[in-house]
């Protein structure tokens, strides 16, 4: 990504001067307006990243400036300088969309930290973009992104089978994204306008499993009127066969009958019904295992794989956790209007961290529940992802597939049987967690701040809270 653009806005002239050497001795490249209308006035003609503004200026205040950028450019962020007077209009504006803002008088370093992690943000955002075009834009949805190799080539597969008519035989662990995967290949194909219907094979009993397929014929139980099945419904579109190593011998030989001659007759009927319709299936079994122990059939397994595409692991595309992490957030915070400024750099080492046995759906249920538990206007912390893997320190017990569990960061105290409150756990975690950042920077308070993703002030104030003495930070001033 290039390097970002700020613009400043400040009638203060000593201010906006020394903002503005700041940012462009730190790498950014940095406009500055003296008036709100100067720089409503650039707003217009240029687009910048990020806006640092004062709350109170000649011409525009920051609020319009504020309402001027989510009208003209919603992806620009906006940074509000206040007195403290003004901390509740600016607390205000951050409901509203501001991204932070920073209450006079306050060090260069505390703002460019915040520069820092409102940059990362845009990174992030650029990041996913930048996959969306590689991949095509069509086949960029949730879940589905990343620089993995291996996810790179079923991308560049993907574009060449969509608009077929081949069957596709989908591998891959559970949760890896097997259904939005063959979603994608049907919004993708000639066949986007007609249904795209789903049977979970493994979910409905070996009874009911054919009828639920290929319906029933008027009178095949007393009484009964015809019923479609899901092959009637999926009719000049695309049936997709989740789980299909859960499909039962009878079913299969039925399968193998409709794939060859592209008819069937409903259970209880001798009438021949015609269908065309594209099928997909997935599995995260064996079938080559599954047909040499008789539970498959062979002929099936051949029709059905024209084209085999095999999804990774969560864990053998690590690159992705990340990027993943963060459209899912995107999306979330949305939805729940609740604005989050992404991840700590501990919830980002848990994620790194952590083997995810559920693959992406089990990524996707984590930012869930830390979306619901952070606080709003902040970033997510380890402990708002760490309730779903039941850490320790959260009461839980320790699990072999959490590497975080068995770091040195996983605070070592005495846990009996009898859970402590939540915020008191938490809070024993964070002390934990600022006494080892201290201990391996030395007991430096910027390098700690720095490592934290805090304001050396916030970290000061946490400190005291704790009771963690000072040592060595007191003297770092200025």
């Known amino acids: 990504m290039k390097s970002p653009s700020l613009l400043i806005i400040d009638d203060e002239p000593l201010m906006r001067l020394s903002v503005m050497d700041a940012l462009k001795a730190a790498g950014y490249e940095v406009r500055a307006a003296a008036t709100g209308q100067e720089g409503l006035d650039l707003l217009r003609k240029e687009s910048f990243d990020v806006v640092i503004t004062d709350l109170r200026l000649p011409g525009a205040s920051g609020l319009e400036l504020l309402q001027s950028c989510k009208q003209h450019s919603p992806k620009t962020e906006v940074i509000l300088i206040t007195a403290h007077g003004s901390v509740e209009t600016a607390v205000e504006a951050m409901r509203v969309g501001a991204y ?23 990174t992030l955002r650029q990041e996913s973009l930048q996959l969306r075009e590689e991949t095509g834009g069509k086949f960029a949805f949730q879940g589905i992104v990343g620089k993995n190799e291996q996810m790179r080539k079923v991308f560049e597969k993907l574009k060449t089978i969509a608009e077929t008519n081949s069957r596709v035989l989908i591998i ?7 259904d939005l995967i063959a979603n994608a290949i049907h919004r993708n194909s000639s066949r986007r306008d ?16 054919e009828g639920e397929l290929f319906g029933q014929a008027k009178g095949a139980v007393q009484g009964t009127r015809p019923r479609r099945g899901r092959f009637e419904m999926a009719h000049r579109g695309t049936l997709f066969l989740d789980e299909i190593a859960g499909l039962p011998l009878p079913a299969q030989e039925k399968l193998l009958g409709v794939l ?15 269908v065309d319709v594209r099928v997909l299936c997935a599995t995260e079994k064996d079938l080559d295992l599954e047909v040499r122990q008789g539970r ?9 794989r024209e084209v085999t595409l095999v999804l990774p692991a969560l864990r053998e595309r690590r690159e992705d956790i990340l990027i993943i992490a963060g459209a899912v957030l995107q999306e979330r915070f949305v939805q729940v209007n609740k604005f989050l400024k992404g991840f700590s750099q501990p919830a980002q080492d848990l994620l790194l961290r952590y083997s995810f046995p559920g693959n992406v759906r089990e990524l ?17 912390q380890a402990w708002d992802l760490c309730g779903h893997v039941a850490c320790p320190f959260l009461g839980g017990s320790p699990q072999p597939d959490c590497g975080f569990c068995r770091e040195e960061i996983t605070p070592q105290r005495n846990r009996s049987n009898i859970l402590e409150p939540l915020s008191a756990a938490r809070e024993e975690f964070e002390r ?3 006494l080892n950042a201290l ?40």
């Open 100 to 122: 932070d803002y920073i209450t006079k008088p306050f060090s260069m370093e505390e703002l460019l930290l915040i520069v820092e992690r409102v940059t990362k943000v845009l």
């Open 172 to 178: 891959g662990e559970r949760g890896t994204g097997k």
């Open 194 to 209: 007609h249904a795209f219907i789903k049977v979970s094979c493994g979910a409905l009993a070996a009874s009911l499993l």
């Open 260 to 274: 060859r001659e592209g008819q069937f007759e409903r259970p209880g009927g001798t009438q021949p019904v015609q």
């Open 296 to 304: 498959f059939r062979g002929d099936l397994l051949a029709l059905l």
């Open 364 to 380: 996707e249920q984590m930012i869930e529940q830390a979306v619901m538990l952070a606080r709003p206007q902040e970033e997510i």
């Open 432 to 434: 934990q967690y600022i």
């Open 439 to 478: 201990e391996r920077v030395e007991g430096s308070r910027t390098e700690a701040a720095k490592l934290l993703g805090l304001s050396r002030k916030a970290l000061w104030e946490k400190c005291k809270r704790y009771g963690i003495s000072p040592g060595g930070l007191e003297p770092e001033e200025g």
